[in-house]
């Protein structure tokens, strides 16, 4: 097999090994700060969410960057190349130095087998991505667009109000849940949903859910579902500054009611009573109902994260070979 | 679509005369756009002399109604919750009683408040 086609495999291999690894590495973390972490103020909130998402990625860039420094030191200083210590059956995780042995038949297999069903789940989420999008760019053509409102009313008895879109995200209602709700509880949505469109919260809801298929899954489903939870309770925090907390807790109230009211019966869309769904709006409301959340400083959790990429960096040299080392055993 | 719910029914003509002018499309354009809504049947059309007058098969409502279930029902299965944030998640309900608990709740806090709003 050609030599380049072989070291790109023993790169590819290290990557996935190192996602694996931050997988792990990210569980232990989450179930650290899973505990506190709902206290926490909902931007920080957020934040700390989409970070933690991107623990898994960030560990095996990180890392790979770390497995690949001395090599790729040596390019711009030849002094510091070691590849010539080590005998010619060595696996070399180097850019001018390529593996001469050959990689195992079943690991060439596997990868091919992880990145098609990688790029098979990516084809089906992004496809589910455009019909959604194109859903909504129909509604949002065909409704009745109110610019000095931002927003776009929708004629439905359906009791909705969404934002939706990823770069230019817009605000759709119905007539009839505008109709349903008292000016001030009106007025408490419609900052809500603002709120989500200034923080293009949808953009980071896809790009997290992305991210969250390099955790376990009930670890990534944990993230996926707490950052919702969290981008709502931001948006509500900032609805409040616009109207008063009771009035953007009675607003949830109000259209909780009447999605449920509509929705009673009315299969596909009967009601799912889960134990987190009864969390969701009891936190948001509760949350509204109880003092201000004060600020939460994510230094600590960006220093820890900052010290372990210091040290992963510090110990590039031995991470290389211990990387050698390992895809020796693993890929021949 | 907008159009023909507003005037009711027209020929290609008469959108063009309507619509494309304002926004610079060619009456082909035109034609063409109401024959592919045509084949997809979202309008229907007859033969008046020589030319097709169209009017929407359904109503701007029906219109707004398949497309928002579609959308609802999309979200229901999780497949569009990447690209929408619902005010009140669409999948899942607070029930009867933790609704009326949080209703009391916000109740109280208002009659705390002096606020006479129910």
């Known amino acids: ?332 | 679509m907008n159009q023909l719910w507003t005037s009711g029914e027209g020929a290609a003509k008469e959108v063009h005369a309507a619509l494309g002018k304002r926004r610079g499309i060619t009456l082909n354009t035109i034609q063409s756009t109401l024959k592919r809504l045509f084949e997809k049947r979202l309008l229907e059309r007859d033969k008046v002399s020589h030319a097709h007058i169209y009017r929407a098969r359904m109503s701007r409502e029906e219109f707004h109604r398949g497309l928002l279930g579609e959308l609802v029902g999309d979200l229901m299965h999780g497949q569009a919750d990447a690209v929408v944030a619902a005010f009140v998640d669409l999948t899942e309900r607070a029930g009867p009683e933790h609704l009326a608990r949080l209703e009391a709740m916000v109740a109280e806090r208002r009659r705390v408040l002096g606020d006479s709003r129910e």
């Open chain 1, 1 to 332: 097999m050609n030599p380049v086609v072989q070291s790109a495999q023993l790169f590819l291999l290290a990557g996935v090994a190192f996602l694996g690894l931050g997988a792990v590495g990210s569980a232990g973390v989450v179930g650290l700060v899973r505990s506190q972490l709902p206290s926490w103020e909902p931007r920080a909130r957020h934040h700390a969410i989409a970070l933690l998402t991107a623990l898994p990625v960030l560990t095996a860039l990180a890392l790979l960057v770390a497995v690949s420094l001395p090599s790729l030191l040596a390019l711009g200083i030849p002094g510091l190349d070691h590849c010539m210590a080590h005998e010619d059956a060595h696996t070399h995780l180097c850019f001018t130095h390529l593996p001469v042995a050959p990689v195992h038949a079943g690991v060439t297999l596997s990868l091919a087998l992880l990145l098609g069903v990688g790029v098979l789940r990516a084809s089906l989420a992004a496809r589910r991505v455009a019909r959604a999008l194109r859903v909504v760019g129909v509604l949002a053509r065909v409704g009745e667009e109110q610019p000095e409102h931002g927003l776009t009313i929708v004629d439905t008895a359906l009791p909705l109000c969404l934002t939706a879109g990823l770069l230019r995200p817009r605000v759709l209602i119905s007539r009839s849940l505008l109709a349903s709700l008292h000016s001030d509880e009106r007025a408490a949505v419609l900052a809500h949903e603002r709120a989500h469109v200034r923080r293009r919260d949808a953009l980071t809801g896809s790009i997290v859910r992305a991210l969250s298929v390099f955790h376990f899954p009930s670890v990534g489903a944990w993230l996926v579902s707490e950052l919702d939870v969290a981008a709502e309770q931001a948006c509500d925090e900032e609805a409040a500054t616009v109207m008063d907390r009771v009035t953007v807790a009675a607003a949830i109230l109000t259209v909780e009611r009447a999605v449920s009211t509509s929705f009673m019966g009315a299969q596909p869309f009967g009601p799912v009573a889960v134990a987190f769904g009864a969390r969701a709006v009891e936190r948001r409301v509760e949350a509204l109902l109880a003092e201000p959340p004060r600020p939460t400083s994510l230094w600590a959790l960006s220093s820890a994260l900052g010290v372990a990429l210091v040290a992963v960096l510090v110990n590039a040299t031995e991470l290389h070979h211990v990387a050698e080392f390992l895809l020796s055993v693993v890929a021949h």
